[in-house]
């Protein structure tokens, strides 16, 4: 067995693999090849600058990353290496899964952590929607997805060296792409915001949401929400919606206000630097999570927050 593999289809992705894909090489005493599939040149040696002994570069004309997954376990099989990141996009776990199955490895979706215990590989990642977490120890070869964010990218080193070798992908064509039409997104993309307003069930009225738009603007926050407000009062777009079944979410500055906190909602947004909660409920669960918390009357407590920041 060799060393680490990492890939994704999104490069800053890759580079957020070569952080904890580096550490644990470091560790272990090994190499790390990284995979770049119809990346430039600069972007190859970004990777090899971000840690990676070697680039595998592929190139294919399909624009469909899926159609290159029995390439990619082709290069995986050749370097027969102790452990594959993957990043854990939606595309990211589709290809995952594909080659999990031609290898008949172990696959672990969305882990939290991973490191070595006593030369071992070993994971943490959520279940039950957050409950309860689950460890395990990687045999050789497994394959791990890591989702988006959840490591920083690994500082680049111009410095470093590395070989970057040049292939040339056989694409699957059975499944050919007519087109693609992008979603529009009615709001900024919430999974890059800096600072988010989260709302819920405490709001009493849409019409309220006027006074969550102008903390909102105040502080210059993307505004999000819980499930029951996309989808059950559809006062926001359902992409607005944080959490297990929504999105995960990684601000600078979380602020919800009139959410209760249960773990589905809480599980994408923990990963927040910090929380602050408003709530009427001193008992409700989401003080657990939130670094600092307001117990009382969000029609008190939001209009003071915006008379204070507006002096
Ligand atoms: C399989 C599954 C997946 C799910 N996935 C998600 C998900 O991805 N995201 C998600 O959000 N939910 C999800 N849910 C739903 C989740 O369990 C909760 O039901 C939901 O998050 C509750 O939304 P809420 O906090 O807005 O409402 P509530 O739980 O009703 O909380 C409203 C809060 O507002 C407070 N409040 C009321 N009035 C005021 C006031 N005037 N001032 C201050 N506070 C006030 C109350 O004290 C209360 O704490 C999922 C559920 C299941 C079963």
Redesign the pocket.
């Known amino acids: 067995m060799n060393g680490i593999f990492v890939y994704s289809e999104d490069i800053a992705v890759t580079k957020q693999l070569l952080n904890i894909g580096r550490s644990l090489a470091d560790v272990l005493q090994v190499n790390v090849t990284a995979l770049a599939l119809n990346e430039t040149e600069t972007d190859t040696a970004g990777l090899i600058a971000c840690g990676a002994e070697k680039v595998i570069a592929l190139s294919g004309s399909n624009p469909w990353v899926e159609s290159y997954a029995e390439s990619i376990a082709e290069c995986i099989a050749k370097e027969n290496p102790l452990l594959v990141l993957i990043g854990g996009t939606m595309r990211g776990k589709d290809v995952a899964a594909r080659i999990a199955a031609w290898h008949s490895h172990g696959l672990v979706n969305s882990a939290m952590s991973i490191e070595v215990v006593e030369r071992k590989l070993e994971t943490k990642r959520m279940l039950y929607?957050g409950l309860a977490v689950c460890k395990e120890e990687l045999s050789e070869g497994c394959i791990v997805t890591i989702d988006p964010r959840t490591y920083e990218e690994a500082a680049a080193d111009p410095l470093r060296n590395g070989d970057v070798v040049a292939c040339t992908a056989q694409s699957n064509d059975a499944v050919l792409v007519g087109g693609v039409c992008p979603i529009v997104r009615e709001r900024a993309d919430l999974a890059n915001a800096e600072k988010i307003i989260c709302?819920?069930?405490?709001?009493?009225s849409q019409s309220d949401m006027k006074l969550v738009e102008d903390l909102a603007e105040k502080i210059g926050a993307e505004i999000g929400?819980?499930?029951?407000?996309a989808e059950d009062y559809h006062w926001l777009p359902t992409e607005s919606?944080?959490?297990?079944?929504?999105q995960k979410v990684k601000p600078q500055l979380y602020l919800s206000?009139?959410?209760?906190?249960?773990?589905?909602?809480i599980?994408?947004a923990r990963d927040a630097r910090v929380i602050v909660a408003?709530?009427?409920?001193e008992k409700?669960p989401?003080f657990s999570a939130a670094d600092y918390g307001i117990v009382?009357?969000?029609?008190e407590?939001v209009p003071k927050l915006i008379e204070k920041l507006g002096k």
């Open positions: 929607g709302v819920g069930r405490g709001l009493s929400c819980s499930r029951s407000i919606y944080i959490g297990l079944s929504g206000i009139g959410i209760s906190g249960q773990v589905q909602h599980v994408g408003i709530d009427k409920n409700a989401i009382g009357d969000l029609y407590i």
